[in-house]
């Protein structure tokens, strides 16, 4: 098994038929992140959840998952932010009230925290929100940047989990480039094609084993520039048919 300093490993179980899994261990270091790849059914959110919960041999998959601080296994809640599909705050609250809250929460410096949580949620998101708006008025893409901004900025969770955030309203890319930049490991279940390239490491996934683990070359390198300006220049083109405008 690998060492981590700060980070996590995860030492292989078996797959949905009991076969030992192909990759027998996995290490991923802060800031690092990975795509989980594979058809319905192949076991990616079997995965995220082994994560989430810190398996211990006690999972379907038999999957032992280590935490490491500062060269320390760490244990206990909060070490797995979850981004899931459906993202809509039940809080009765404005954004920077909830912002504050949780900041304080953690012993944080709330009102600094909470300005620059804004501002960089509205680097995610094309519709700008401010400490004002209400939680419950956000729509789903502002409810999503505003979540991964927390995560990046507020949350002490070393580890990220996102599982099919497809057509989410936020700029994705930007989003797990964000979540890296402040050391955090994105592990992101994904089956659009410039998400499965973002990681540096790709995880193929199959009959619910880990199968295949890889790591992205030059050539891919230069599919993954171009895949971005397609992609980007259908969410424009999305935006601006929305808006009502002619391309
Ligand atoms: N390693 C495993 N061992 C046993 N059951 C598994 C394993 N991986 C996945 N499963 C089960 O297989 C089913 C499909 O897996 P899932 O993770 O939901 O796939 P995906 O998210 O790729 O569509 C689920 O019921 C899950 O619990
Ligand atoms: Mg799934």
New binding site residues.
């Given amino acids: 098994m690998n060492r981590v300093d700060t980070g996590l490993t995860v030492r292989g179980?078996?797959?949905?038929k009991g076969r030992a899994?192909a990759i027998a261990s996995l290490a991923l270091d802060a800031g690092e992140s990975l795509a989980v790849v594979?058809?319905?059914?192949?076991?990616?959110?079997?995965?995220l959840?082994d994560l989430e919960q810190a398996a211990a041999g006690d999972t379907?998959?038999?999957?032992i998952v280590t935490f490491y601080r500062d060269g320390k296994s760490v244990s206990g809640p909060g070490l797995a932010a979850t981004l899931s599909q459906r993202t809509h705050f039940v809080m009765d609250a404005s954004v920077g009230e909830f912002l504050r809250l949780h900041a304080a929460s953690l012993g944080k410096d709330a009102l600094r925290l909470a300005g620059q949580t804004v501002a960089l949620a509205n680097t995610l998101c094309g519709e700008p929100m401010s400490g004002e708006s209400l939680l419950q008025r956000l729509s789903g893409g502002q409810s999503r940047a505003l979540m991964i901004a927390d995560i990046a900025l507020v949350s002490d969770a070393p580890v990220v989990l996102i599982?099919e955030v497809e057509n989410a309203g936020i700029d994705k890319h930007l989003a797990v480039e964000i979540l890296s930049g402040h050391g955090k490991i994105t592990v992101i279940?994904t089956h659009d094609p410039v998400l499965m390239l973002t990681g540096r490491k790709r995880l193929v996934?199959e009959e619910?084993?880990m199968r295949r683990l890889y790591e992205l070359d030059a050539a891919e390198k230069l599919c993954l520039d171009r895949l971005r300006l397609l992609d980007e220049t259908l969410i424009s083109a999305r935006e601006r048919l929305r808006r009502g405008e002619r391309l």
Avoid at 38 to 47: D, H, I, L, V
């Fill in positions: 179980g078996t797959d949905r899994e594979g058809p319905t059914g192949s076991g990616k959110s079997e995965f959840a379907p998959s038999g999957r599982d279940a996934m619910g084993g």
